[in-house]
């Protein structure tokens, strides 16, 4: 069977007006359609191993619209418009516990290249985006994931991220890392001097309710794929501290934030919080009662 499906995701953005004189606003939404071919699967007798293969077609649109007052606050907190077509083929392979995914797409923006959102940009295709392989594997609590870039005229690999997690009950840790050519960077506009990127984070648990979150940054201006430890530079520091009540939850937690302007290196530490109420719906069935029911007359039992 195949499947058609049409989406509209409506967006409200406000600003305060600390850089200007009003607060500015935008109401905008984003409009698409999704069609799932037929699903084909193959697999033995016992079903143990198991293989699927599905291709998607996707077209998503994003109007033009004015977000002038936006642009000078932050450059890429901005919507950038979208006509976009991809087609996509996955397929998947279960052999035990092991599961195994490759996912090939191709992207094509119908909107200019200076118009398209940077890190879809590819690199000397004015519509084309680049071409995109991704693996993942999956074993009981064991997750890595490999995505590459090619550039379509040379076929040359223009951006590889690599992406890797442990979980063990409420232990959970990952590692990642982001790896773009000079070409391509120079082509996005986007840490042009910056080639490699890193994540790493952590949860343990401390106590029944209560989690210790751990997210770092860190980049390398060093143009080597794989560049030793020691130069890399850390760019943002996150802790944060979550309860989880009954039906509510909090979150405290600590971030500081370094860049570099004007050839001086600067921080900015800020202290987070946040608060989780439930729906009353989900808030009663925590309280829900089962049924009595009355024995019939005549039980002993």
């Known amino acids: 069977d195949q499947n058609i499906t049409g989406f509209i995701e409506p967006h409200a953005h406000l600003r305060s007006n600390v850089y200007h004189g009003c607060a500015p606003y935008k109401i905008f939404a984003r409009y698409g359609v999704e069609w799932a071919f037929p699903e084909c699967m193959i697999h033995s007798k016992n079903y143990r191993y198991v293989h699927y293969m599905q291709s998607l077609f996707r077209w998503s649109y994003l109007p033009k619209f004015c977000q002038n007052h936006w642009h000078h606050i932050d450059r890429f907190d901005r919507f950038y418009p979208e006509n976009r077509l991809e087609f996509s083929l996955r397929n998947s392979w279960i052999y035990d516990k092991w599961s195994i995914d490759l996912l090939l797409s191709q992207g094509y923006n119908c909107y200019k290249r200076s118009e398209i959102f ?101 980049y390398s201006q060093d143009e080597r794929a794989f560049p030793f430890f020691n130069v890399a530079k850390p760019m943002l520091h996150h802790f944060r501290l979550d309860y989880e009540g009954h039906c509510w939850g909090i979150s405290i937690g600590w971030e500081e934030k370094r860049y570099r302007q004007y050839g001086n290196w600067k921080s900015e530490r800020a202290i987070t919080l946040a608060i989780r109420l439930e729906s009353i719906g989900s808030f009663a069935q925590k309280f829900k009662r089962f049924p009595i029911y009355h024995a019939p007359e005549g039980y002993l039992g």
């Open 118 to 218: 940077p890190l879809r940009r590819g690199y000397g295709q004015n519509h084309f985006e680049p071409f995109c392989v991704q693996a993942q594997c999956a074993y009981k609590g064991l997750y890595f994931s490999v995505a590459q870039e090619y550039d379509l005229r040379s076929c040359d690999l223009a951006q590889l991220e690599v992406m890797a997690s442990v979980s063990s009950g409420q232990y959970h840790f990952f590692l990642g890392y982001l790896y773009q050519r000079a070409a391509l960077r120079r082509e996005r506009c986007l840490f042009s001097d910056i080639p490699m990127f890193g994540i790493v984070g952590f949860m343990v648990p401390i106590g029944k309710s209560i989690r210790l979150h751990y997210d770092g940054k860190f």
